[in-house]
């Protein structure tokens, strides 16, 4: 019963991966920043958690304690709850409640800029709502299967966003420094902003050497 | 539905839609100025900037990927990095 239930757990690990994401996606967000108050990136890890859980129980085994759960078996009723959750997730959360809620994020943005806010970090959270599945395709495919899962998923992520994001982040940056420029507010902070999206992977290089 | 593609439409949509329409109002701005006297210069130099932001970012990034080699991949082999 114990293992049928832990397997019962480990096959809604991906599950709870997509609420992960979906949790990271609000607090995009409510945050001044993508890594200020951290909690997208802690939404972001426990998801890089979620979907290498096995691999991090395979660290067991090397521990000479022997861990012979797997993802799902177990009883049919365990198995009908699997399902149910999994479809609950998929259809509801993934594939309807994250949908409206980045509608609701556009229109929030909206109302922002009546506030003289900027609606950018309620766009990127809009964005980011409606690409969990491919978001989570994603993080699936950095899991390399070995022990060090985990960490290859966050460094795969890293180098995703440094060599993809960062550069179209940067000519954001360059827009809002013109219009920045333009309204009489400070700009040399998003230039230089943009230099370090552009040089992000060479300053990690020169920490590095630094070392 | 991609979260890159989505930012890359978002940058692309402002570069290339949002900005230019801001210079001709800028332009348009600076005329008005300078017809009543106003400094005009630095909003003309603003709506300059508007439509060189594409070249700006191409610039940058053709800098960045020369100076780089190819895109970014200090994490290749992640393990190998420690």
Redesign the interface.
Known sequence: MINDGIGLLLGLAPVAALVALVLAGLALRNQGSVLQNGRFGLWMFWAAVMLTLPQILSWFSGFGVPVPFSAGGGTALFNTFNVDITNFVNQFVVGYLAPVLAAWMVLRGVVEISEGRSPLYS??GA??L??I???QA?LQSWNSGTK?AT??VL??L??YT????L??????A??GA??N??FGKPAMRLICC??GF?????L??LVVSMM | ????????N??NW??NVI?PT?AGL?FALAVVRYARGYPHQY?AW??L??LM?QA??AV??RS?RN??GT??????S??A?W
């Open positions: 766009i990127l964005m980011f409606l690409s599945a491919a978001t994603l060090f960490a290859d460094a795969g890293w180098t440094a060599s993809r994001i550069p179209v982040a940067a000519g954001l360059i827009i013109i219009l420029f333009a943009a230099a552009l040089t992000v992977s060479a990690w290089r | 539905m991609n979260f890159l593609d989505g930012i890359t978002l940058t402002m570069g900005m801001v800028f909003i603003s709506g900037m508007c932001v700006c970012c940058w990034r960045h100076r780089a895109t970014p991949t200090p994490f290749g992640p393990c990095a």
